[in-house]
């Protein structure tokens, strides 16, 4: 039997030292590479963090496949358990040293998120949930904001690996800005989810995300009592990119 509590424990300890890898990274001497287009970049440290992670969640649960944002070998699966991670969420603001980025791993047993992990290592936040058992930010339990529209902060993301889609989520950002309080644009899905989960925003939305950018967000929102889906409504898929909607209870 796996005790997600103590398995949520080790992984939480895990980002955190490499959490150091980024706040230590060599600006200097910093690779960059381009992977699908323009926008779409990876350092060594995203792989090289990726491979410590790996390594680390090896240990942790043998038996789990791995799903990484810089690559591997393994598939999710409607049976046993998976890992999904994104090694640094926010790489083109870790390579500007933008101080928003994030380390996010979560734990799915089938194709259903068990246990989710994110750490914010520029503010030593790390946000976990399990799945039943509540969402909580270094220890303390968090949940989403009871704020109408009226009084809502809207995160959303530009879907920069795809350009053509900005002038739809310009149309949708429009709408949410004239109802809403303000807009923010951070650069991070995972901390874009995190904030929704602590009732620091109230709504996140970007019409193109992988697994690795929401899987442990998504379950952070669902346990601090928000809901996500795609912005059709539909439950989100772990079979390949999507759309999403992160709010809480009230909107």
């Given amino acids: 039997?796996?005790?997600?509590?103590?398995?949520?424990?080790?992984?939480?300890?895990?980002?955190?030292?490499?959490?150091?890898?980024?706040?230590?990274?060599?600006?200097?001497?910093?690779?960059?590479?381009t992977k699908s287009g323009v926008a779409d970049l990876v350092t060594e440290y995203d792989k090289n963090i990726q491979d410590k992670i790996a390594v680390g969640l090896k240990k942790i649960l043998p038996?789990?496949?791995?799903?990484g944002e810089e690559g591997s070998n393994d598939k999710l699966s409607d049976a046993g358990?998976?890992?999904?991670?994104?090694?640094?969420?926010?790489?083109?603001?870790?390579?500007?040293?933008?101080?928003?980025?994030?380390?996010?791993?979560?734990?799915?047993?089938?194709?259903?998120?068990?246990?989710?992990?994110?750490?914010n290592p520029y503010l030593d936040e790390v946000f976990?949930?399990?799945?039943?058992?509540?969402?909580?930010?270094?220890?303390?339990?968090?949940?989403?904001?009871?704020?109408?529209?009226?009084?809502?902060?809207?995160?959303?993301?530009?879907?920069?690996?795809?350009?053509?889609?900005?002038k739809e989520t310009l149309e949708i950002l429009s709408e949410y800005f004239y109802k809403a309080l303000d807009i923010r644009r951070c650069g991070s899905a995972a901390l874009d989810l995190c904030s929704v989960a602590c009732g620091r925003a109230e709504v996140y939305f970007e019409?193109?995300?992988?697994?690795?950018?929401?899987?442990?967000?998504?379950?952070?929102?669902?346990?601090?009592?928000?809901?996500?889906?795609t912005l059709d409504g539909a439950p989100l898929s772990f079979a390949g990119k999507s759309s999403i909607l992160a709010k809480n209870n009230v909107i």
């Avoid at 038996?63 to 799903?67: G, N, S």
């Avoid at 949930?129 to 809502?152: D, E, L, R």
């Fill in 63 to 67: 038996e789990a496949k791995f799903i």
């Fill in 1 to 33: 039997m796996i005790y997600l509590k103590d398995l949520v424990n080790k992984i939480c300890l895990l980002v955190k030292d490499c959490g150091k890898v980024i706040l230590n990274a060599d600006r200097e001497k910093m690779q960059i590479d």
């Fill in 207 to 229: 019409l193109q995300t992988s697994p690795w950018d929401f899987a442990a967000g998504k379950l952070l929102v669902e346990e601090a009592g928000g809901v996500v889906t």
């Fill in 128 to 166: 976990y949930a399990i799945k039943g058992q509540g969402a909580f930010c270094n220890g303390k339990k968090i949940s989403v904001s009871s704020q109408p529209m009226s009084n809502a902060l809207v995160l959303f993301g530009s879907s920069p690996y795809d350009k053509s889609l900005f």
């Fill in 81 to 119: 358990y998976a890992f999904v991670v994104d090694p640094i969420d926010g790489t083109t603001n870790f390579i500007k040293d933008y101080h928003i980025s994030a380390i996010s791993v979560a734990l799915l047993e089938g194709k259903e998120v068990v246990a989710g992990v994110v750490y």
